[in-house]
């Protein structure tokens, strides 16, 4: 974890640079802008970026849960003190924070629960942690469904239509899918489509794994007990899916905002299921049938078939409930002497599917660092001529819904001023 850190503090000072070094500024103002910056990476300390990393990475914080107001506490206070304006912007979101009841499991011909969970490694002890949740995507169907299996490839809407044409039966199967080709959203959405009852989706060593290079903890890759999470909206919007086009103001709050029936939303309906390719490899080579065409062909070293069989059959169950749950974005300003009516954005998210090391709160970190640097100079009169705003998003796991809500919610004044933005998740 260390070294780690470090690669991951260094990474963020090309951010700093990057900040720093803009070139096209009038010549009238290009000695007093150089010496601005000059004074900036002086005030940077770097050591702040570790520190910030480790606090904010304590522990598992996905969106809605208390260890989550605890990193929005610290952001908090970190940019108070530097000197900004702080403002929590809280929003109820409906959306899964957890993946409720969850199983997969081989029925026939052999009786074997699959693991929905990563492995612990000696080498990283937030891996044994008890708080970090089974793989699940969020707004998954719900349902507990029997069938055969069918290999999907990357599950795009070419693999399902050359299935079609190969005259594969579809309907009334378990899809199993790798990673990668679409969104994962849309591996669902086109699997409901064809008449499939449940979804497996696993990411291939070929696409990242032992095929690639060395896997975690030795290397960048994936190991076989990975679990890639994420949401499977696949709506015509981002953010709050009752809320379209208008904030999710707080349900206590005086002003109600009109919430549209889940019961009317698009959601996918049948149960999906993340895996890693050592859970995935169970199923993959007990299948029986024809071989798939070569570019579908995985990094498992065994031949890939197209269906399972009738004797395989798969057995995968999600009990997963949505809920309200407030979501709350954190807005700090420094306030420009020239040009307080224009806004430079810049802005990561802060929830995580677990310790969030990596993606984001690298990027809040480095945020943070940034905040306390420019507010040593803003507390000296060293002000920027324009607005900065630095935005901590919540709920963006589950698919962009706290930044969504924000600009929704200032659509006309960012429309006014906004001048620019930059992300910098991960």
Not at 55 to 67: F, S
């Amino acid at each position: 974890m260390k070294h780690r850190l470090l690669a991951l503090t260094a990474a963020s000072l090309l951010s700093f640079q990057a900040l720093a070094q803009q070139d096209g500024f009038l010549p009238t103002q290009l000695e007093g802008q150089k010496k601005f910056e000059a004074d900036f990476l002086k005030a940077v300390d770097y050591d702040r970026f570790k520190i910030h990393l480790t606090e904010l990475t304590k522990n598992p914080h996905i969106a809605g849960t208390p260890e989550n107001e605890l990193v929005k506490d610290y952001m908090v206070k970190t940019m108070l003190d530097a000197g900004m304006e702080v403002k929590v912007w809280p929003y109820d979101v409906y959306l899964p924070n957890h993946p409720g009841k969850s199983e997969l499991q081989i029925i026939s011909p052999v009786k074997l629960t699959l693991s929905q969970k990563e492995g612990e490694i000696e080498e990283d002890p937030f891996s044994k942690d008890p708080r970090l949740h089974l793989g699940f995507n969020a707004f998954s169907g719900s349902g507990d469904v029997t069938a055969e299996v069918v290999y999907v490839n990357y599950g795009t809407r070419e693999d399902f239509m050359k299935l079609a044409e190969m005259g594969v039966p579809l309907a009334g199967k378990i899809a199993v899918a790798r990673y990668g080709g679409n969104f994962r959203g849309y591996k669902a959405k086109y699997a409901e489509q064809y008449g499939m009852i449940g979804l497996v989706v696993y990411t291939d060593p070929k696409d990242s794994g032992f095929t690639r290079g060395e896997v975690y903890p030795k290397g960048p890759f994936f190991n076989e007990t990975t679990i890639q999470r994420g949401s499977m909206l696949t709506l015509d919007f981002t953010g709050d899916p009752l809320t379209p086009n208008r904030p999710a103001l707080p349900l206590d709050g005086a002003k109600k905002i009109k919430r549209d029936d889940p019961a009317d939303v698009a959601f996918h309906t049948i149960p999906v299921t993340p895996i890693g390719y050592g859970a995935a490899k169970e199923i993959l080579s007990r299948m029986t049938g024809s071989e798939v065409p070569t570019e579908w062909q995985g990094g498992l070293p065994f031949t890939y078939r197209i269906t399972g069989g009738e004797e395989l059959k798969v057995r995968g169950m999600v009990d997963q409930k949505p809920d309200f749950i407030r979501a709350n974005n954190v807005i700090g300003t420094f306030v420009g002497k020239d040009f307080p009516d224009e806004w430079i954005i810049l802005g990561s998210h802060y929830d995580a599917w677990s310790f969030g090391a990596t993606d984001p709160n690298s990027g809040t970190a480095m945020l943070l660092t940034f905040a306390e640097a420019l507010g040593e100079l803003y507390k000296k009169g060293q002000k920027p001529s324009r607005s900065i705003l630095i935005g901590h998003w919540d709920a963006e796991e589950q698919g962009v819904i706290g930044s969504t809500e924000w600009v929704e919610h200032l659509k006309k004044e960012l429309g006014a001023k906004a001048v620019s933005y930059m992300n910098f998740d991960g």
